[in-house]
């Protein structure tokens, strides 16, 4: 939050609840209506998901405070205290016109949104929740009060139901469905458009936005007509934002912390959570029995792991690291960091005198091959090609594999020699998480379009399934004797890992991640192992600050 002094201070010391007069820039002050922030909650930890009731004045949402699991709680607009509703190890996803809970009994991450469980519904008076559909991630209601949008993850693959059992997606990248008041359409965040898109009843996807940096939680405006968003792109900055249904974008408010939107009452209060994020790195060293935490500034974020584990790869990609990414060496017992550069940290060439680094600066984006010692940096460049990842091939590093989007949207998977010529699709079905290279680099191992886990020969030949691994299993890394295969599961916390063997066809539980401080805790972003099992890292979110506000005088 910011630092407040004059008279500012004096309003929050008188404690009054409606606090924080915001105006334009440049406008006369008896000429903008005001806009206030009234504080709902006052402790530590991580709000998940919030809404109003149908009376508007009463907010239910889950949160997981201090070092406890998810619970949903009750408050009042305009009251400081909050009561838990009995219902734990839980996550409040939305409330109905008939005042009924749509909850998810959570399975995995018991501490933030991500992660899949049992949708379940509960009046708001109280009782006991009722169980109706297994494997769900997230949920809305319809506004008639019966149906509800899903999205789902069976089996290891998302897919989009509104209502319960009519499919309208598969395998997509979207989230958050929320559906328009008249019912007719949903509107997600759409990862693939970096952007917001609509759904209709038959499964058409039509984008409304495109090109955000970020965009964090959407809400319907009551009207129908507008989507309200949190989100952050180079020509709109940081803020609350709006966008009708033919993409015309106005902003409500630039904002300096994330302000993430949860609802909007129809008298056009809006709740919205004032959040303090940060991405941290830990280490672990196999017989150590603690990690070593080697995050630098707010955004840290691993990208690869020497094969002796003593050195490690991470960008920044917050105001730290600045809006072209900051690449960063530091060696594993803690020291200073060596800056490398700008950009994204992907990965170490064999041999560990060069990395692999995501230019984000020119558009499409590129590849740039960047010495850890003396050399020049050397860009790669393919035309109509946007690079998203890659990683170098072993055994000698000459030559790199990476995804791509197409002008024409389609994403592919390609290699090339770096030593000349360009880039071949090494596969035509589209790889969707994951990636562990054998060390041989005869073979890629990932998933692929239904979450079904495949080896994936580089010479182009036809990718074959992995016997013994589930939809879901992504593979991470391949040990040295081609043998062994590490793979997880997305979202589940504590994160297991587990060792998958090619002699015997089984997998068995090797590990479980997590953080020893769980406070604030929201999941686990990244997971590297060596070849030899002895060392690992990972990245993950964490908000030092969690706290919902009603707002009300935006227009």
Do not use: C
């Not at 191992?445 to 080896?455: I, Q, S």
């Amino acid at each position: 939050m910011l630092a407040l002094g004059g008279a500012a201070a004096l309003l929050l010391a008188a404690a009054a609840f409606w606090a924080g007069q915001r105006a334009s820039i440049g406008s006369k002050p008896e000429s903008v209506a005001p806009v206030r922030h009234g504080r709902l909650t006052f402790q530590r930890g991580n709000v998940l998901y919030a809404r109003f009731a149908p009376d508007g004045q009463t907010v239910v949402y889950s949160a997981a405070w201090g070092d406890r699991p998810a619970e949903i709680f009750l408050a009042r607009v305009g009251s400081p205290e909050s009561r838990s509703l009995g219902i734990v190890n839980a996550n409040l996803l939305a409330i109905s016109s008939r005042s009924e809970l749509a909850i998810l009994l959570k399975k995995t991450n018991l501490f933030g949104t991500v992660g899949t469980g049992t949708l379940a519904r509960v009046p708001l008076a109280g009782g006991a929740p009722r169980q109706i559909l297994e494997d769900v991630v997230m949920a809305d209601w319809a506004p008639n009060g019966d149906d509800l949008a899903v999205l789902r993850r069976p089996g290891g693959v998302f897919q989009l139901e509104y209502p319960i059992g009519r499919k309208l997606l598969t395998s997509t990248g979207v989230e958050l469905p929320r559906v328009s008041p008249d019912g007719g359409t949903i509107a997600v965040i759409d990862h693939a458009e970096h952007g917001i898109s609509l759904v209709d009843r038959s499964g058409v996807k039509k984008p409304v936005t495109r090109g955000w940096n970020y965009v964090d939680s959407l809400a319907w405006h009551p009207s129908g007509k507008e989507i309200w968003f949190a989100g952050i792109s180079e020509t709109y900055d940081q803020g609350i934002f709006a966008t009708d249904l033919s993409g015309h974008v106005r902003t409500i408010a630039v904002t300096t912390d994330l302000e993430a939107i949860h609802d909007i009452a129809r008298n056009g209060d809006v709740l919205v959570e004032r959040e303090i994020n940060v991405r941290e790195v830990l280490f672990g060293t196999e017989g150590d029995k603690s990690e070593r935490s080697l995050s630098w500034l707010d955004q840290s974020n691993l990208g690869s792991l020497t094969a002796d584990g003593r050195t490690l790869l991470f960008d920044e990609g917050g105001e730290g690291g600045g809006p072209k990414g900051s690449v960063y060496l530091r060696t594993t017992d803690g020291a200073t960091p060596v800056r490398l550069g700008d950009g994204q940290a992907l990965d170490f060439s064999p041999d560990e005198k060069w990395v692999l680094v995501r230019d984000i600066t020119t558009d499409p984006s590129r590849l740039m091959i960047v010495p850890t010692g003396t050399g020049e940096p050397r860009a790669l460049s393919f035309a109509g090609l946007d690079v998203r990842g890659g990683l170098f091939v072993p055994p000698d590093g000459r030559r790199v594999i990476f995804n791509a989007r197409r002008k024409d949207g389609r994403e592919g998977d390609y290699i090339v020699d770096l030593g000349g010529g360009q880039p071949r699709e090494f596969t035509k079905e589209a790889i969707t998480e994951g990636g562990a290279l054998s060390a041989d680099g005869k073979f890629l191992a990932a998933l692929g379009p239904n979450g079904e886990p495949k080896r994936y020969p580089l010479d182009g030949g036809d990718p074959q399934p992995i016997p013994g691994l589930e939809p879901g299993d992504i593979p991470i890394q391949w040990s040295a004797d081609g043998d062994t295969l590490y793979v997880t599961h997305e979202g589940e916390v504590p994160r297991p890992v587990y060792r998958y063997s090619f002699a015997t066809g089984k997998k068995t539980l090797w590990k479980e991640i997590v953080p020893a401080d769980r406070t604030g805790f929201v999941r686990i972003e990244g997971f590297q192992v060596t070849r030899d099992g002895r060392h690992h890292a990972y990245s993950f979110n964490r908000v030092t600050a969690s706290d919902l506000y009603v707002v009300r005088g935006w227009k």
